[in-house]
């Protein structure tokens, strides 16, 4: 077994795929894992005790700005299907950018419900805030000034194999799930709301980390373990794996800062 699935993941160097993680990532990984439980335990939602009757935090329905999440929870919709009937099928959602879509889509709907004042509604409208809102930014970051420019310098030496990666980055759908997803994400998550919003740590960080380690588990104990590797970089065969590692971490909490920034 050379660690890549049918063959598709052979332009991953073969040390990033094949043979045992560095000696320190399952400490890693179990870290990751307890800082999630103490954040469950220790940090019960004070959201759960607010008031949710105020009608002017989100749009009226029939608002324009009602109108306008109806609009794009449809078109995320047929968006989506057109994913799900595309070669891969429900693999997709196997990715980190199908999982911020899917919680684009889920708090559209959200707001699209926010105008009959369910209280559930509106605490999962206040918890999914951030995560979309991070989740978002990360995807249209890292795949558009990360990723995608390392994989088209990769095939330089392969011009057919590099003109059709570029057809595949600026396909309709890539650019849909890459690219307006931040967009998206912004019209939602911050001129939705008619009031400004305080992030917390407590609720609105330990949220988005809550998903992110659950992605991080299903890729390193799922989608590693049948040689998918679709973000090499965070291999935990890595010899810089400590240090990738970190700046992921910081980076969460530095997109944290920066949306509570923009929410004021």
């Known amino acids: 077994d050379n660690g890549s699935l049918d063959g598709h993941f052979d332009f991953v160097p073969l040390h990033l795929r094949t043979g045992p993680w560095m000696s320190f990532a399952p400490y890693l990984l179990c870290s990751l894992v307890l800082s999630v439980i103490l954040g469950l335990y220790y940090g019960s939602s004070s959201k759960m005790n607010e008031e949710s009757d105020d009608t002017t935090h989100y749009p009226e329905y029939l608002s324009l700005w009602w109108c306008y999440n109806l609009v794009v929870f449809v078109w995320i919709t047929i968006i989506s299907t057109l994913v799900l009937r595309g070669p891969l099928g429900i693999g997709a959602w196997s990715t ?6 899917t ?10 419900l926010s ?12 918890l999914s805030r951030f995560p979309m809102l991070m989740m978002c930014t990360l995807t249209f970051v890292v795949w558009n000034f990360i990723l995608a420019p390392l994989i088209y310098f990769y095939f330089k030496d392969n011009p057919q194999k590099q003109k059709k990666f570029v057809s595949h980055f600026t396909s309709f759908r890539l650019i849909q799930i890459h690219v307006f997803n931040l967009p998206f994400a912004y019209m939602n998550g911050v001129c939705s709301s008619s009031t400004p ?6 609720d609105d960080f330990m949220s988005c980390w809550i998903i992110s380690v659950l992605y991080i588990c299903w890729y390193t ?8 590797h679709l973000y090499p970089i965070f291999s935990l065969r890595s010899k810089y794996m400590i240090l990738i590692w970190l700046l992921l971490i910081l980076g969460h909490y530095a997109l944290f800062c ?3 920034i923009i929410l004021k």
């Open 96 to 101: 980190y950018s199908m999982w911020t879509w």
């Open 103 to 112: 919680i684009l889509h889920f708090r559209h709907l959200l707001m699209v």
């Open 197 to 202: 919003y305080l992030l917390t740590f407590k």
């Open 115 to 126: 105008p009959w004042n369910n209280t559930t509604v509106r605490l999962l409208l206040e």
């Open 221 to 228: 104990l799922v989608l590693d373990r049948i040689g998918v």
């Open 258 to 260: 920066l949306w509570q």
